[in-house]
């Protein structure tokens, strides 16, 4: 009997006391957030972050910058070993030309510069007479005579010096600090000879990581390489065609062209606004239109036929996303961001949606829609033949209404 009771209390005591995995089960229960809380968490992880990179953008954009090269650089520094040339000779032939292209760029942008600072006094009685024109136009609109006046005012050509040096030097900027470029690039170059070997050892343990980094250099080094040629050969038909048509400053305004190739979207409506203006002072409306349709063709057919065709399925990221990470990556470290935007951009998909295969469905929320494009000709096709269906579903009206009538 006494038996009986203690057998009775052991069961019930076993049943009180709860089992470990329940236990378990019950914490992740219970440490589980709300989707809301983590999606609020995930942003504000996201805004520390880029507030992180905004202070830091003197050190995060070269570095950045100096990696995209050396991404660049890599095939050249491999073909060079594998021609029988010495490791290091190949390394350092890679670096300096690289550096020698960069050296070339800033002696062509600080020249064309110069000589924008030296032309633009000479426009002075012009720029002020559509000045005066503007004011009396924006007058004529119902704008008070101060506000019109604030607007006139920032044409003024000090003022544009500023803005234009503050615009370019800013882009330039990065490139004047070759001694910290050319040093990340000789460290960079030099680690990564052991890059194949890292992520061999690497890929046993994350191989979707190793994969994505893999696609990203490939797809960086494709897109930079063919957006770089394509740019300069832009800049030189439109430093060319202003040559011919007499812009002042054309060699300025083919070196701003060249930038702004790699600004997508945007790039094309900085680059042409200073040679309509200078188009405009030197020549009147047949210049400013030949300046218009010269870009509008040059632009139309580099960026919207060459390029798609030659980059391929290097990028694909909706417009929308390439809009907003211009303008996005310029708030956080600059205009080298907004040069950089698709390279970065790449590189946030690379890590968050690439190396995570569970993810994976989202890539064509961000523009990879290469398998969305037969699911939307199904859709449109079945759209199609359910409105044909419906227009022959309907009873008829007006005249074939009266003559299927007896």
């Known amino acids: 009997m006494a038996l009986g009771w203690w057998r009775r209390e052991r069961a019930s005591a076993s049943e009180a006391e709860p089992h470990p995995d329940d236990a378990a089960s019950t914490a992740r229960t219970s440490v589980a957030l709300p989707r809301a809380a983590v999606i609020l968490l995930g942003f504000a992880g996201v805004v520390v972050v880029m507030f992180g990179l905004a202070a830091a953008r003197s050190v995060v954009a070269p570095a950045f910058l100096a990696l995209v090269l050396t991404i660049c650089v890599h095939p050249v520094r491999i073909g060079l070993v594998r021609r029988g040339v010495p490791v290091g000779l190949a390394t350092g032939a890679a670096i300096v030309a690289v550096f020698a292209l960069l050296a070339g760029f800033v002696a062509t942008l600080v020249f064309?510069?110069?000589?924008?600072?030296t032309l633009l006094p000479e426009y002075a009685p012009q720029i002020q007479a559509a000045g005066a024109n503007l004011s009396d136009a924006l007058e004529g609109l119902g704008i008070g005579a101060q506000q019109a006046q604030t607007i006139v005012d920032g044409l003024e050509p000090s003022r544009i010096i500023d803005v234009v040096g503050a615009v370019l030097g800013g882009v330039a900027g990065i490139t004047f600090s070759l001694v910290v470029i050319l040093t990340l690039l000789i460290l960079m170059a030099m680690d990564g000879t052991y890059a194949p070997a890292i992520l061999a050892q690497l890929r046993p343990r994350r191989a979707a990581l190793v994969d994505a980094?893999?696609?990203?250099?490939r797809n960086v080094r494709r897109y930079m390489v063919v957006t770089t040629g394509l740019g300069v050969a832009q800049g030189v038909l439109n430093w060319i065609a202003l040559l011919i048509l007499q812009v002042p400053g054309a060699l300025?305004?083919?070196?701003?062209?060249?930038?702004c190739s790699f600004i997508p979207n945007i790039g094309y409506f900085i680059a042409i606004v200073p040679p309509l203006v200078f188009g405009f002072l030197s020549g009147g409306w047949p210049v400013f239109i030949a300046v218009l349709l010269v870009y509008g063709v040059v632009n139309a057919v580099v960026q919207s036929i060459v390029q798609p065709k030659v980059v391929g399925g290097a990028v694909r990221l909706s417009e929308t996303i390439t809009f907003v990470s211009v303008l996005f990556w310029a708030l956080v470290i600059g205009p080298v961001g907004a040069v950089l935007a698709v390279p970065l951009t790449l590189?946030?998909?690379?890590?968050?949606l690439d190396a995570d295969p569970?993810?994976?469905?989202?890539?064509?929320?961000?523009?990879?829609?290469?398998?969305t494009k037969g699911i939307a000709a199904e859709l449109s096709a079945k759209a199609r033949a359910q409105a044909?269906?419906?227009r022959a579903a309907r009873p008829p009206r007006g005249r074939a209404a009266r003559a299927s009538r007896p």
């Open 358 to 371: 569970t993810l994976a469905w989202w890539r064509p929320a961000t523009g990879d829609v290469e398998e």
């Open 347 to 352: 590189l946030v998909r690379s890590i968050l």
């Open 388 to 390: 044909k269906a419906d």
């Open 112 to 117: 064309a510069l110069a000589q924008f600072t």
């Open 213 to 217: 980094l893999v696609l990203y250099t």
């Open 252 to 259: 300025l305004w083919g070196v701003l062209s060249f930038i």
